[in-house]
């Protein structure tokens, strides 16, 4: 019982802000002192709590991301043409060809969609090793604090493990056979600069954009939606600082 109690709490930890975090403990405290006998929680269990909450939130976001449609009809990631082919799409829109233009957006975000299911064991493993400073300092940080965390320690590993998939999904999803025709037809009109974008390298880098915006947005949530208490559990460890 105790240990449900303990391992609740440091969950709550993750998904109160800090003013509250700091209340929570406190009458936390008093309820471990009157069940138990004791108010110590220690560093494991503090940061067991906190990398179960991330987890969770990490992967929800990223099978929301993986989704069809999950960049694509999602406005705060949804991959748009770099400044070099926005001429080209609005050249083609000129010339009636919208339907081509909007195919090699769409195309462009389903293979982030194929990238960004390789993200999740990179995550997982990140936050599994993460020390209790670190979890420490995310606990009582900034609203995007995890989310600057797992920039730090997986943006390397992700591009490494997005790229090749990008590269692939590209063929797959048929991107690279669309921007061909795209490119060709553009390259081919009268007095414009010819453009040869390197797609692999643009796709992988907005896929992460778009992972680490889904995930601060995963984290701000996870602190201050009390609408969360999703067990009850939950219900009950919340219900102390009512």
């Known amino acids: 019982m105790r240990r449900s109690l303990v391992l609740a709490l440091t969950i709550l930890f993750a998904a109160t802000a800090n003013a509250q975090f700091k209340n929570v403990l406190n009458k936390a405290k008093e309820k471990l002192n009157t069940t138990t006998g004791t108010s110590a929680l220690s560093n494991a269990e503090i940061g067991s709590g906190l990398k179960e909450a ?23 990631v949804k991959i748009l043409l ?5 001429k080209v799409d609005k050249t083609l829109r000129k010339m009636g060809m919208a339907n081509l233009a909007d195919e090699g957006i769409k195309v462009l975000n389903r293979a982030a969609e194929d990238a960004v299911k390789e993200a999740t064991p990179i995550f997982t ?9 670190d979890a420490k300092n995310i606990l009582m940080g900034t609203d995007n604090s995890a989310t600057q965390y ?6 390397s590993p992700l591009y490494s493990k997005f790229s090749p998939v990008v590269s692939q ?24 600069s010819k453009v040869n974008p390197n797609l692999t390298d643009y796709v992988t880098n907005k896929a992460l954009d778009g992972v680490f915006t889904m ?16 067990s009850d559990l939950l219900k009950k460890v919340f219900a102390l600082q009512d």
């Open 54 to 76: 991330l987890k969770k939130g990490v992967d929800d976001q990223v099978q929301k991301l993986t989704a069809v449609d999950g960049f694509y009809k999602n406005e705060a």
């Open 215 to 230: 995930i601060a947005v995963e984290e701000k949530n996870i602190r201050t939606n009390l609408s969360s208490r999703s």
């Open 150 to 155: 797992l920039q730090r320690t997986t943006t």
């Open 125 to 133: 493993n990140a936050i599994m090793n993460m020390s209790f400073t």
């Open 169 to 192: 999904s590209l063929d797959k999803v048929g991107a690279n056979a669309v921007w061909a025709k795209i490119i060709d037809k553009y390259n081919s009109l009268p007095l414009v």
């Open 82 to 86: 770099p400044e070099e082919l926005q």
